[in-house]
């Protein structure tokens, strides 16, 4: 009998630690959860804080798509106008530059025409992705690349381009530069524009770069056409 009860007390003393240890174990993994929880809480919110923040165009610009990183911080209209437009507006010049192959014989021209492939063709991609991240279409939808222009200063009409591809040497090298010295004036009034009205920090600056660069660039055409 007093076996049995040696026994049954033993017995109950291990079940009585086992259940200690249990809850002890049990409280410890309720701790760590818990912290858990609220670090990624925690880690969230900086995150979503931006996208919190109101823009002006109430469009929402940090809605978590990475393209939103290309050029973040508020945006208004005139943004997205000015990043509707100069894409197209690039992509011509890119098409007038691409002309130059096997036409162009000044080396200066030729330079030139690197330059402008060097520096357009990425900035397009910046807008497109300003564009994506924005929530907007790459097209304003009104025919400003249309040929002829329409609402796009110093867009070449379609037989502008067909008047530069149907010649070659000095011929190519004064029409391309009087053609392409309009189409960077309608460039720099464009950003001059976003310099003005524009509210993107980002935008603004590739503003900057296009007032800067392409004015260089129309004085150095201008010297090309002086000694043609």
């Known amino acids: 009998m007093r076996s049995f009860t040696r026994r049954t007390a033993r017995k109950i003393a291990l079940v009585g630690a086992a259940t200690a240890t249990g809850l002890l174990l ?72 691409e002309l130059a192959e096997g036409r162009a014989e000044d080396p200066e021209i030729r330079k030139l025409v690197t330059a402008i492939e060097q520096a357009q063709d990425p900035e397009i991609q910046k807008m497109k992705a300003w564009l994506k991240g924005w929530g907007k279409p790459e097209s304003a939808g009104h025919g400003a ?20 591809a149907a010649v070659k040497g000095k011929a190519f090298d004064r029409t391309f530069a009087e053609l392409m010295i309009a189409h960077h004036d309608g460039a720099v009034d464009m950003a001059k524009d976003e310099q003005k009205n524009g509210e993107n920090p980002t935008a603004k600056a590739l503003a900057d770069d296009v007032v800067r660069t392409q004015s260089d660039e129309v004085a150095a055409l201008k010297r090309i056409l002086d000694r043609l």
């Open 26 to 97: 049990t409280a410890c993994g309720t701790d760590d959860g818990t912290n858990g929880t609220d670090h990624g809480a925690a880690s969230a919110a900086p995150s979503g804080s931006p996208s919190a923040a109101p823009s002006s165009s109430g469009s929402g610009s940090g809605s978590g798509s990475s393209d939103a990183s290309a050029a973040p911080g508020p945006f208004n209209d005139a943004d997205v106008m000015f990043a509707q437009m100069m894409i197209p507006h690039h992509e011509q010049a890119l098409e007038m530059a």
């Open 145 to 164: 690349g249309g040929a002829g222009g329409h609402g796009m200063a110093g867009m070449m009409s379609e037989q502008d381009m067909k008047d530069l």
